[in-house]
């Protein structure tokens, strides 16, 4: 069965820092990679998906990054901002979805 | 579009009752999922479908059943609630019916007590 990890469970930055989130998982055959952000008490949004083939994408400030072979992605922030704050998860998607635990961010004005 | 909706937003149970959560989409999406998501343990494949009258389990199916007689809706049915299914439970759904290879699309979810 697929596990998903993510680490750290929880980070808290000053506003205008760079920052990476992590996760990994075990099985390497998967058909992409999904992140996610969740605010309190609302579903989850989409940031970015990478397909299999992808090494990574971009959107605006996020960038997110898949080396399949190892088992990892990590999604980097850049200059953030306290409007980041929320938990953030990854999901894969192999013989069905499989999310992470999150990493719950919080920037500091 | 609406994307994805859920309702209720709220509901308490007593054991033993029976309810169903109701899940739609307006994106002609054929794939439609639902999961719950409990503290510590991230979200959990309930049931999914990859088109209307195609129905499948996922990691946690005990207690659950679902239907798809139209491409919009994906009821989630509770046959006899009990204190261990309260949770929260999303719905989803990806464009296609390898559904897999898509982006998700989340509702806001239904927060659920069984007392």
Same mark, same amino acid.
């Given at each position: =069965?697929?596990?998903? *990890?993510?680490?750290?469970?929880?980070?808290?930055?000053? $506003?205008? $820092?760079?920052? &990476?989130?992590?996760?990994?998982?075990?099985? @390497?055959?998967?058909?992409?990679?999904?992140?996610?952000?969740?605010?309190?008490? =609302?579903?989850?949004?989409?940031?970015?998906?990478?397909?299999?083939?992808?090494? $990574?994408?971009?959107?605006?400030?996020?960038?997110?990054?898949?080396? %399949?072979?190892?088992?990892?992605?990590?999604? !980097?922030?850049?200059?953030?901002?306290?409007?980041?704050?929320?938990?953030?998860?990854?999901?894969?998607?192999?013989?069905?979805?499989?999310?992470?635990?999150? *990493?719950?961010?919080?920037?500091?004005? | 579009? #609406?994307?994805?909706?859920?309702?209720? %937003?709220?509901? &308490?149970? =007593?054991?033993?009752?029976?309810?169903?959560?109701?899940?739609?989409?307006?994106?002609?999406?054929?794939?439609?999922?639902?999961?719950?998501?409990?503290?510590?343990?991230?979200?959990?494949?309930?049931? !999914?479908?990859?088109?209307?009258?195609?129905?499948?389990?996922?990691? &946690?199916?005990?207690?659950?059943?679902?239907?798809?007689?139209?491409?919009?809706?994906?009821?989630?049915?509770?046959?006899? #609630? #009990?204190?261990?299914?309260?949770?929260?439970?999303?719905?989803? @759904?990806? !464009?296609?019916?390898?559904?897999?290879?898509? $982006?998700?699309?989340?509702?806001?979810?239904?927060?659920?007590? &069984?007392?």
């Amino acid at each position: =069965k697929q596990e998903v *990890t993510q680490i750290p469970a929880a980070l808290s930055v000053p $506003e205008g $820092e760079n920052l &990476v989130l992590n996760c990994s998982f075990t099985d @390497s055959a998967i058909y992409n990679l999904q992140w996610f952000r969740q605010d309190p008490g =609302k579903g989850l949004t989409s940031l970015l998906l990478i397909q299999s083939s992808q090494r $990574e994408q971009t959107s605006g400030r996020l960038n997110a990054s898949l080396d %399949k072979s190892s088992g990892r992605s990590t999604l !980097y922030i850049a200059a953030s901002q306290p409007g980041d704050s929320a938990t953030y998860l990854c999901a894969v998607a192999g013989n069905q979805f499989y999310f992470g635990t999150g *990493t719950s961010l919080t920037v500091i004005p | 579009n #609406a994307g994805v909706t859920q309702t209720p %937003k709220f509901q &308490v149970l =007593k054991t033993g009752q029976s309810m169903t959560l109701q899940c739609a989409q307006d994106m002609n999406h054929e794939y439609m999922s639902w999961y719950r998501q409990d503290p510590g343990m991230g979200l959990r494949l309930i049931h !999914y479908s990859v088109g209307a009258g195609i129905t499948d389990q996922g990691e &946690v199916p005990n207690g659950y059943n679902v239907s798809r007689s139209t491409t919009e809706d994906f009821p989630l049915r509770l046959l006899s #609630a #009990a204190p261990s299914q309260t949770s929260v439970y999303f719905c989803a @759904s990806s !464009y296609g019916q390898l559904g897999l290879y898509n $982006e998700q699309f989340f509702g806001p979810g239904t927060r659920l007590t &069984v007392l």
